[in-house]
């Protein structure tokens, strides 16, 4: 069967054409979803894009999560559905609790660019599991509020558990996020958020595929799935 990937459109969302166009090179059918309509239209995954969701207005991601979609998010991801939250996605499910953890500005206090190598701490994911363990991705990111935050305790118990998916490769950090994280799950294993940007690294044209890995282990899970 085929993967539907469902991808949310915010007002202000700019990557929901760019990771719609991931889903289909992963070989998934990518499915639009507005942010009004609480239909999820019976996909097998949600991707939360990134972009300025609302206009990112009191924190990023804080309007956003009361949006009619975000509660039918909420009801498949605690039903088991796989949620893919992706920059200004991830800060959305850490608004809606879907995520522990919180995004912070930026150590630098400015919008930032570059390209940036991470490391899979944990290959075993639903989101990761095209990948090999301790691999190295090269994925853009681009960002102002990316400065991942958790109480110690919570980051003791995160890495314990094998949340912390993806970190940034060393002297990559350029936000300040404690532990050098990049990416995590909730304790279940089916919500992930990462900072970075897959959706921009599906194609060799802009420099690396890498990217595309987290969009075929999501394919690859919901096949498995349905097998």
Same mark, same amino acid.
């Given at each position: 069967?085929?993967?539907?990937?469902?991808?949310?459109?915010?007002? *202000?969302? /700019?990557?929901?054409?760019?990771?719609?166009? $991931?889903? +289909?090179?992963?070989?998934?059918?990518? =499915?639009? %979803?507005?942010?009004?309509?609480?239909?999820?239209?019976?996909?097998?995954?949600?991707?939360?894009?990134?972009?300025?969701?609302?206009?990112?207005?009191?924190?990023?991601?804080?309007?956003?999560?009361?949006?009619?979609?975000?509660?039918?998010?909420?009801?498949?991801?605690?039903?088991?559905?796989?949620?893919?939250?992706?920059?200004?996605?991830?800060?959305?499910?850490?608004?809606? *609790?879907? /995520?522990?953890?919180?995004?912070?500005?930026? $150590?630098? +206090?400015?919008?930032?660019?570059?390209? =940036?190598? %991470?490391?899979?701490?944990?290959?075993?994911?639903?989101?990761?599991?095209?990948?090999?363990?301790?691999?190295?991705?090269?994925?853009?990111?681009?960002?102002?509020?990316?400065?991942?935050?958790?109480?110690?305790?919570?980051?003791?118990?995160?890495?314990?558990?094998?949340?912390?998916?993806?970190?940034?490769?060393?002297?990559?950090?350029?936000?300040?996020?404690?532990?050098?994280?990049?990416?995590?799950?909730?304790?279940?294993?089916?919500?992930?958020?990462?900072?970075?940007?897959?959706?921009?690294?599906?194609?060799?044209?802009?420099?690396?595929?890498?990217?595309?890995?987290?969009?075929?282990?999501?394919?690859?899970?919901?096949?498995?799935?349905?097998?």
């Amino acid at each position: 069967m085929t993967a539907r990937i469902g991808v949310v459109t915010f007002p *202000g969302s /700019l990557d929901d054409r760019d990771a719609q166009r $991931a889903v +289909r090179v992963a070989g998934a059918e990518a =499915v639009a %979803l507005w942010h009004g309509d609480a239909d999820l239209r019976g996909v097998d995954a949600v991707v939360l894009p990134g972009g300025f969701s609302y206009g990112d207005y009191l924190r990023a991601g804080a309007i956003a999560r009361f949006s009619p979609v975000m509660e039918s998010v909420i009801d498949f991801a605690e039903q088991g559905g796989l949620v893919l939250g992706i920059c200004n996605g991830f800060q959305v499910l850490c608004e809606a *609790g879907l /995520l522990p953890g919180a995004l912070l500005p930026n $150590a630098n +206090r400015r919008f930032t660019f570059r390209q =940036v190598d %991470l490391d899979v701490v944990n290959a075993g994911t639903a989101f990761t599991r095209a990948c090999d363990p301790q691999e190295r991705l090269s994925i853009p990111a681009k960002h102002s509020w990316g400065r991942y935050y958790a109480p110690d305790d919570q980051l003791d118990a995160l890495e314990a558990s094998g949340q912390v998916v993806l970190r940034y490769a060393a002297g990559q950090n350029f936000n300040g996020s404690l532990r050098d994280i990049a990416g995590v799950t909730n304790e279940r294993g089916n919500v992930f958020g990462l900072m970075p940007h897959p959706e921009h690294a599906v194609d060799a044209l802009t420099g690396s595929t890498d990217g595309l890995r987290i969009f075929e282990s999501m394919a690859l899970s919901i096949q498995g799935a349905h097998a």
